[in-house]
């Protein structure tokens, strides 16, 4: 089993539409999360992190729950440039040991 | 403040010729990695370092091999080429705790 899990997508939705994608973790020693995307071609930029307490960054909103290893992603009011593959990112207790799940495409349709 | 800065953009070459990916970082971060990732695919990591002097293997180490003599630089190298290093090639790095990455712009490397 793969320690960071991702739906694989892809995801296809219109203009303005809420998405949510999942990501769970199977290393108990993961301590911090991260949502990154990734446009084709291009390097990985750090969207957000993400604290147990969940948090949000305008239309974007990121919730962990510890207790089910689970990380979620939430986009509202969906744009075209939303349009990449976002990657969910653990990281261990001792800042050692970054892990990738494979990462969930979106495209934005018009 | 550059970052991460990897160089060459753009590599050719031909099978069983030896070069080295540079990568350096302004921001006196620990912890560099060095990624491989092949079209469609996922991240894939080779080597990373903890802090100068300090490297270990990844998930695909073998054909490259690294150091990191001083904290700012984490070169990679690869041995003798072969078709299957044809990969985008991505460097990072992070300071310690509960930072994130920050990646250079990638290598696109391709192998004949």
């Known amino acids: 089993r793969k320690e960071v899990e991702q739906d694989p997508g892809p995801f296809n939705v219109p203009e303005g539409a809420t998405v949510a994608f999942n990501c769970t973790y199977s290393?108990?020693?993961?301590?911090?999360f991260f949502w990154y995307r990734q446009d084709c071609r291009k390097e990985p930029k750090l969207l957000m992190s993400?604290?147990?307490s969940g948090n949000e960054d305008g239309r974007f909103t990121a919730q962990l729950n510890r207790a089910s290893q689970y990380i979620s992603l939430l986009i509202r009011d969906s744009k075209l440039s939303d349009s990449a593959t976002y990657l969910c990112?653990?990281?261990?207790?001792?800042?050692?040991?970054?892990?990738f799940g494979p990462g969930t495409r979106l495209s934005v349709l018009p | 403040n550059a970052g991460v800065t990897q160089t060459p953009k753009f590599q050719v070459l031909k099978t069983g010729q030896s070069m080295t990916l540079q990568c350096a970082q302004d921001?006196?971060?620990?912890?560099m990695s060095w990624y491989r990732q092949d079209p469609g695919m996922g991240l894939r990591l080779i080597h990373y370092?903890?802090?100068?002097?300090?490297?270990d293997q990844g998930e695909v180490p073998n054909g490259y091999n690294v150091s990191r003599s001083t904290t700012e630089d984490f070169p990679l190298r690869l041995l003798s080429a072969a078709p299957s290093q044809t990969s985008v090639y991505f460097c990072?790095?992070?300071?310690?705790?509960?930072?994130?990455?920050?990646f250079g712009s990638g290598t696109r490397l391709t192998v004949v």
């Open positions: 990072a790095s992070s300071g310690t705790g509960g930072y994130g990455y920050t």
């Open positions: 990112v653990g990281r261990d207790n001792y800042g050692q040991n970054f892990v």
């Open positions: 921001m006196n971060h620990e912890y």
């Open positions: 993400v604290y147990s």
């Open positions: 290393n108990s020693a993961s301590q911090s």
């Open positions: 370092s903890v802090g100068a002097g300090i490297t």
